[in-house]
């Protein structure tokens, strides 16, 4: 059964700072890899998504990495701001898409 | 805007009574799926569709729980006798054809409070 972990479960740092979240999952087995940002009591919102044959996709501040040979994926937010704040969550693709627990990112001015 | 359209948006029903829930997805969209939510957690998968066929059922969707996709278009889950319990979001996502590179959009959710 496939899990997926997210790490830090929350986050808080200052604007303008560079940070990492960092997503695990235990069956390298996949078809992608999905991260969402949710903002509070609304749905999901596609932020990236990797193939299982790619490495990396870039969107703006975001960059997010896939290793699914050690069944990894980092999501990279450059330059943080207030409006970044929210909930991270990473997803796989088998036949659904098994969800981490999130990363809640406040971002303070 | 993803496309994606849940009704209602929020829900509140007393224990025992009967909900049902409605899912337009994309309208070039041939997969289906619906997820249930619950505070501080992430998704978790209840039933897939493909088309108007309902391809896989988590073992979360007990049998007061139904989905339904008739036309292939739009999709319904109701509870039956719903419990406390069953308080959740429960997120509709569609997605294409190519499942390697198969986005999933999510709609709105639709909020259920169980008194």
């Known amino acids: 059964k496939q899990e997926v972990t997210q790490i830090p479960a929350a986050l808080s740092v200052p604007e303008g700072e560079n940070l990492v979240l960092n997503c695990s999952f235990t069956d390298s087995a996949i078809y992608n890899l999905q991260w969402f940002r949710q903002d509070p009591g609304k749905g999901l919102t596609s932020l990236l998504l990797i193939q299982s044959s790619q490495r990396e996709q870039t969107s703006g501040r975001l960059n997010a990495s896939l290793d699914k040979s050690s069944g990894r994926s980092t999501l990279y937010i450059a330059a943080s701001q207030p409006g970044d704040s929210a909930t991270y969550l990473c997803?796989?693709?088998?036949?659904?898409?098994?969800f981490g627990g999130g990363t809640r990112l406040m971002v303070k001015p | 805007d993803t496309g994606v359209s849940q009704d209602p948006r929020h829900k509140i029903t007393k224990r025992g009574q009967n909900v049902t829930f409605r899912c337009d997805p994309i309208s070039e969209h041939n997969r289906l799926y619906w997820y249930r939510q619950t505070l501080g957690q992430g998704p978790e998968f209840l039933t897939y569709f493909q088309n108007e066929a309902q391809l896989e059922k988590s073992r979360l969707l007990s049998d007061r729980f139904s989905a339904e996709r008739p036309k292939g278009s739009f999709s319904t889950l109701e509870i039956q006798r719903t419990e406390q319990g069953d308080s959740a979001m429960y997120l509709c996502?569609?997605?294409?054809?190519?499942?390697?590179?198969?986005?999933?959009?999510f709609g709105p959710g639709t909020r259920l409070t169980v008194l």
């Open positions: 996502a569609s997605s294409g054809r190519d499942r390697a590179s198969n986005e999933q959009f």
């Open positions: 997803a796989v693709q088998g036949n659904m898409l098994t």
